[in-house]
Structures are given as C-alpha cells and as structure tokens.
C-alpha cells in the first residue's frame, strides 16, 4: 500500500507560479511512477505530467508544455510539479498519483494511489 500526500496547492496571479510537492510513503519512493492530475469544475480529470521510476522519464500533456517541469528527488521521497507562467484555466484541484509501473503513463487507470488533491486558483 503506498499513501500519497499532496501539498504547496494555493492562490497565484496569472503568470505567476506555483510548487506543488507530492510525498509517498508505503513503498521505496524510487520504484514508483508519479502522474499529476488536475479536475476543474465541472470537467473531467485530465493528465498533466508524469516521471517514471528509474531514469525519470517524463511526459506532459499539451496544454502545460514548456510551462510546468516535473521533477523527483528520491532521497526525499517527493515529486514536484513546478507550475510558471501560470493561465486562469490552470485553476482545478490537483492530484498526485503513484504506480509502479516503469513508463510515464498518461492514464488515470494506470495509477493505483492517489492522494486527496490540492486546489490551484490562478486569477486574473
């Protein structure tokens, strides 16, 4: 069982940024892929970045390229979502999720674990 923790979820300005940090425990956290989610209201969970376990490969979703970089620090057992240049549709809760599979999956159902969601506003 792995227990994921999300946090640095808050209020930014448009162009402004964000940190949001994800913690697992349970598990070594360097055998487990982490995917960041985000739900706004009214719409469905979206992919936004994931990094796998071993060499850390990444993906992003299209709308976050070149605008958020998600990172891992192992001995810390945390992953990070750096969020710049943030857009008022950035504004969802953000989720962290974590499976140990060895690809950065895009897919929700890919990911066993998840954690309980940070908000993100991004104002105008």
């Known amino acids: 069982q792995v227990q994921v923790v999300e946090s640095g979820g808050g209020l930014a300005q448009a162009g402004g940024s964000l940190r949001l940090s994800c913690e697992a425990s349970?598990?070594?956290?360097?055998?487990?892929?982490v995917g960041w989610f985000r739900q706004a209201p009214g719409k469905a969970r979206e992919f936004v970045a994931a990094i796998s376990r071993g060499f850390g490969t990444t993906k992003y979703s299209d709308s976050v390229q070149g605008r958020f970089t998600i990172s891992r620090d192992n001995a810390q057992n945390k992953a990070y979502l750096q969020m710049n240049s943030l857009k008022v549709e950035d504004t969802a809760i953000y989720y962290c999720a974590a499976d140990t599979r060895t690809f950065p999956s895009s897919l929700s159902r890919d990911y066993d674990y998840w954690g309980q969601g940070t908000q993100v506003t991004v104002s105008s």
């Open positions: 349970g598990r070594t956290f360097s055998s487990v892929t």
